[in-house]
C-alpha cells in the first residue's frame, strides 16, 4: 500500500529565509509518480511538479526546488527566499499506475514579514 | 479560460437533506475525481469516473453518490446517510486516470450540515 509522511505539520520563517518542507514516501511498486501541490488560503490546490520514480534528478523552478532521493525514499521541496505570498499548506503525494493519488497530511508554511 | 468550477463556494444545509455539489471542467479530461478534505487532514477520495457514464468508488464513498452524464460535469449528492457531511469538498480532473497525469483542482465547495 501507499502511504505518504508529511512529518512538519507547521512551520514558521520570516521573509527572506530558506525553507525545505519534507516528504517521505512508501511504496512497493518499482513505477511511481510523486507530486507536490500548494493549497492558499482560497482553497484551490495548485499542481507544481510530478517527478516519476526512474528521474532521480533534481529539479529547480525560480524559488523552488525539488530533492528526490530514492535511496530514502524522500521527495524534499525547498523554497529559497521565501515571501510572504507561499505562505499555504503545501502537500506531498504519490501514484502508482492506475491507482488513486495518495496524499500526505500537509504542511502548513506560515511566511511574516 | 481553461478549468474547473465549483458552486457554491459555501453551502449550508440542515441535517437530513441531501444536497448536491456541482463540478464543471472544461479542459476536455477524461477522468475526474471529488475528494474531500477535513482539517488537518489530507484529501480523501470519494469517487472517481474514468470516462462518461462510468464511476468508481473512493475510499470513503458511503453516504456519497455521484453521475457522470457528460465528459464536463462530475455532480455529487452528499445524501443524509453521510454521518459527517460538513467538510471542504474538492473536484478535479486529469487527462486521464493514470498516475503519468497530473490532477488540476477546482476552487472547492465548504459544507456546512446543522
Known amino acids: 500500500a501507499q502511504k505518504v509522511t508529511q512529518a512538519q505539520t507547521e512551520i514558521s520563517v520570516v521573509e527572506k529565509e530558506d525553507v525545505t518542507l519534507d516528504c517521505v514516501y512508501e511504496t512497493r511498486d518499482t513505477t511511481y509518480y510523486l507530486f507536490w501541490y500548494k493549497q492558499p488560503p482560497s482553497g484551490e490546490l495548485v499542481f507544481l511538479i510530478r517527478?516519476?520514480?526512474?528521474?532521480?534528478q533534481n529539479e529547480i523552478s525560480g524559488r523552488y526546488s525539488w530533492n528526490f532521493q530514492k535511496s530514502t525514499s524522500s521527495f524534499n521541496f525547498t523554497i529559497t527566499a521565501s515571501q510572504v505570498v507561499d505562505s499555504a499548506v503545501y502537500f506531498c503525494?504519490?501514484?502508482?499506475?492506475?491507482?488513486?493519488?495518495?496524499f500526505g497530511t500537509g504542511t502548513r508554511l506560515l511566511v511574516s514579514p | 479560460d481553461g478549468g474547473i468550477t465549483q458552486s457554491p463556494k459555501y453551502l449550508f444545509r440542515k441535517e437530513g437533506q441531501n444536497v448536491t455539489l456541482s463540478c464543471e471542467q472544461n479542459l476536455n479530461h477524461d477522468a475526474m475525481y471529488w475528494y474531500r478534505q477535513d482539517p488537518g487532514q489530507g484529501l480523501r477520495l470519494i469517487y472517481y469516473?474514468?470516462?462518461?457514464?462510468?464511476?468508481q468508488k473512493g475510499d470513503i464513498a458511503e453516504g456519497y453518490s455521484v453521475s457522470r452524464e457528460k465528459k464536463e460535469s462530475f455532480p455529487l449528492t452528499v445524501t443524509s446517510a453521510q454521518k459527517n457531511p460538513t467538510a471542504f469538498y474538492l473536484c478535479?480532473?486529469?487527462?486521464?486516470?493514470?498516475?503519468?497525469?497530473?490532477?488540476?483542482f477546482g476552487p472547492g465547495t465548504r459544507l456546512t450540515v446543522t
Open positions: 478535479a480532473s486529469s487527462t486521464a486516470h493514470s498516475a503519468v497525469y497530473e490532477q488540476y
Open positions: 517527478r516519476n520514480s526512474f528521474d532521480e
Open positions: 503525494a504519490s501514484n502508482t499506475g492506475f491507482q488513486k493519488l495518495v
Open positions: 469516473s474514468q470516462i462518461v457514464n462510468d464511476f
